[in-house]
């Protein structure tokens, strides 16, 4: 059944959403009518530490319109904790007098239209007990701890400091990654609904039953008294999902006793979601002459909040990459007076494969060796930390095809020494990557007499196809065009499906839909006709057979995935750059890329394309254009909006070429699906950064690579 089906998949299908989505018809969570909102708006905090000593309220509540304020004095107290985005404490919002960091929420005006909620608001004078806040790294004040690893300690292997001291090439250096805001077009508004005791939110999540569970916990109501709705979601890529805020617009929908929609504006997005952390990484590489690794040292430091624990710890990836006998790594969490971080496209990978990609560039060099070629030598089928077979591993097809393709064999190794006029030329590549995860996952689909099915799943619509994907499954498993196949998602009344996170959804839903198909065909070949109805769970191995169950009870769950005691399972991928740097102006212009990714099945051939691409795109923007600056006397984002937050245009993006290397994967799953929607912005930063090397002989250590830090070194 699966071979079969994994045979129909990976041809181009157009989204069964799209003309919804072109049309205006298809309704994101703020577009879903409410009857007789009240419009709330937040009042957030000017300082980054320290306590709130009153509030004078009187001007905000002069305002016409205005209903009600809601702030720690009258709300505060009787509350469970809120969690952060890794299910631990974290920043704490309306509970106290408490700031913790700059821009965090400490009321809420509700009023009958928005623009009254937002002049009250814009009124209210705050006086607060300020302490000199600590902003981020070498910011007196800051604590640092060795973080705490989950899933047993830090990778390590062998004796990695004395094989470096002995090693004949060796590469020691210092990166860093900065401050990064997600800046989803759609924002992160919430609507919250009262009816008889039951709460219905209509919030853009990644995770709709995580969502319903979170918010059911912070209020203390039982969670089949909750309902969260998010058919489609405008962006999200990590920052959408479980969060402090909800529940107190659920709160404030409770003591109006209306609904309450909140919006919030774009600066505040960047205080009041999450974001990417920034970093500093340490790398030791110590090679033999002909190129193979005998150590490999990772350690790296995370700035978070104060009370929270959040970190990415990116070696548990970057450990994995290449074949070495010595190996060892460690992650630090720095505690800053900033908002909890959270998850952004590829969280680990994508600082973290930075700093060894371009480690592995600097070896090469160090080498005189040709950067693909010192991929292959310490290539490996094996896990090089615990020994673990990879399910399967393509690295090195991609490389090869992309390289071919791109024309990396016409590179001039000697840095500098290519020019086109007024331009230095570079070419560079890295490696990507993503583990395969999955999650627990239940559905139900039903087929009827005249050919179609309608399939029902929590499933997540955050830009990337996955009703699609799931209507290709079903189609594909009982004989139908996915046009044929009706599919509902994005509310909680449905079967669950794990947080579209660390990449698993796709893989995830379809192992499930395609389960409940099978039970359907088996009940076709038993004879039975008219309206058939099937209903399926599927718990991946290495997670507790509970794991359903356990997310309808509100209980996190997990992916499984790095849990896995067979195999180690991975994505790969290769990316390459031609560059051009302004002789002058130390302008970068990107000129080509092509990037090759080897992810097991594919569904949608489109779909997929365009996951690949976009973040191939997001990845430039990350070595080029986005840094979250900061001001580090006040701990406050300068610059907090989509004019002073560098993102890229089409003027920044060239031709972009993307390879699907095919590959058959028995071992990841019984689909084979390996999960595409992080991958490609990984280790484009470095490829970035290694092809800007090739043109001026300059190495940027530290992203993002403006102009600035071109000026000096180039002749
Ligand atoms: Mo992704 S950052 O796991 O939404």
Redesign the pocket.
Request: proline share 6%; no cysteine; aromatic share 12%.
């Given at each position: 059944m699966s071979d079969a089906l994994t045979r129909q998949l990976g041809k181009p299908v157009l989204r069964i959403d799209g003309v919804a989505k072109v049309t205006g018809a298809a309704r994101y969570p703020s577009d879903e009518p409410v009857r007789n909102p009240v419009f709330a708006y937040l009042i957030v905090s000017r300082i980054a530490r320290g306590r709130i000593e009153s509030f004078d309220l009187a001007a905000s509540r002069a305002v016409p319109g205005v209903i009600e304020i809601l702030t720690h004095e009258n709300v505060g107290g009787d509350f469970a904790p809120p969690m952060g985005p890794d299910g631990k404490a974290t920043t704490t919002t309306l509970e106290s007098d408490q700031v913790w960091h700059a821009g965090q929420i400490i009321g809420i005006v509700l009023a009958a239209t928005f623009e009254a909620a937002r002049e009250a608001a814009q009124r209210a004078v705050v006086s607060y007990a300020e302490e000199a806040p600590s902003a981020t790294f070498d910011s007196p004040g800051v604590t640092i701890q060795p973080h705490k690893p989950e899933k047993g300690p830090d990778p390590k292997k062998g004796d990695a400091a004395a094989a470096f001291a002995a090693a004949a090439f060796k590469v020691d250096a210092h990166y860093s990654t900065p401050t990064q805001h997600h800046n989803p077009i759609e924002l992160f508004s919430v609507t919250c609904a009262w009816t008889g005791g039951k709460l219905t939110i209509y919030e853009p999540t990644?995770f709709m039953w995580g969502t319903k569970a979170s918010v059911a916990r912070q209020l203390r109501v039982d969670a089949d008294d909750v309902r969260a709705i998010s058919r489609f979601i405008g962006g999200?890529?990590?920052?959408k999902g479980p969060n402090p805020r909800t529940q107190w617009i659920a709160r404030a929908a409770q003591r109006v006793g209306r609904p309450v929609k909140l919006v919030p504006t774009r600066d505040q997005g960047f205080t009041i979601g999450t974001h990417r952390a920034e970093t500093r990484q340490h790398l030791q590489l110590g090679a033999a002459a002909d190129g193979r690794l005998v150590s490999l040292f990772h350690e790296g430091w995370e700035v978070t909040s104060r009370p929270s624990p959040y970190n990415v710890a990116g070696v548990e990836s970057t450990a994995r990459m290449y074949a070495c006998p010595n190996i060892e790594t460690a992650v630090n969490v720095v505690h800053a007076d900033r908002a909890t971080p959270g998850?952004?496209?590829?969280?680990p990978e994508t600082p973290y494969m930075f700093a060894l990609e371009s480690a592995m560039d600097e070896l090469a060099q160090a080498l005189k060796m040709d950067p693909v070629e010192l991929r292959r030598v310490n290539d490996t089928q094996t896990d090089p930390v615990d020994g673990k077979p990879f399910s399967s591993r393509s690295l090195m097809k991609c490389f090869d095809q992309a390289a071919a393709r791109f024309g990396w064999s016409r590179r001039n190794a000697t840095p500098g020494a290519t020019r086109d006029g007024d331009w230095l030329v570079g070419m560079g590549c890295a490696t990507a990557c993503y583990p395969s995860n999955l999650g627990p996952a239940a559905a139900r689909v039903a087929l009827t007499a005249d050919g179609k099915a309608s399939v029902q799943i929590a499933g997540h619509e955050?830009g990337t196809g996955a009703y699609t994907t799931v209507a290709i499954i079903a189609a594909g498993a009982l004989g139908l065009k996915p046009q044929d196949v009706t599919v509902t998602m994005g509310d909680s009344n449905l079967p669950p499906l794990m947080?579209?996170?660390?990449?698993n959804n796709a893989a995830s839903a379809s192992l499930v839909v395609a389960k409940a198909c099978e039970q359907i065909r088996a009940r076709i070949a038993e004879g039975q006709t008219g309206r058939i109805e099937a209903y399926a769970e599927n718990v991946p191995q290495g997670l507790p057979s509970s794991a359903v169950a356990d997310m309808e009870k509100g209980k996190p769950s997990m992916l499984s995935g790095s849990g896995r005691k067979d195999v180690t399972a991975f994505a790969f991928g290769a990316h390459f750059v031609e560059l051009g740097v302004h002789r002058l102006t130390r302008e970068v212009r990107v000129r080509r890329v092509v990037s090759a990714f080897a992810a097991g099945t594919i569904v949608n051939e489109l779909a997929a394309h365009s996951q690949f691409m976009g973040g191939t795109i997001w990845g430039l923007s990350a070595a080029l254009h986005e840094e979250t600056e900061i001001d580090v006397k006040a701990a406050r984002y300068v610059n907090n909006n989509l004019a002073d937050y560098l993102v890229p245009v089409n003027a920044d993006i060239p031709d972009i070429e993307i390879i699907m290397v095919p590959e058959t994967d028995e071992r990841v799953n019984a689909l084979g699906i390996k999960g595409i929607?992080?991958i490609g912005i990984v280790g484009m930063n470095a490829a970035v950064a290694n092809a800007v090397f090739n043109a001026t002989g300059v190495r940027i250590r530290a992203l993002p690579i403006r102009a600035e830090k071109l000026l000096q070194g180039l002749a």
């Open positions: 990644q999200a890529f990590g920052s998850f952004m496209r590829a969280p955050i947080i579209a996170g660390g990449s929607g992080e």
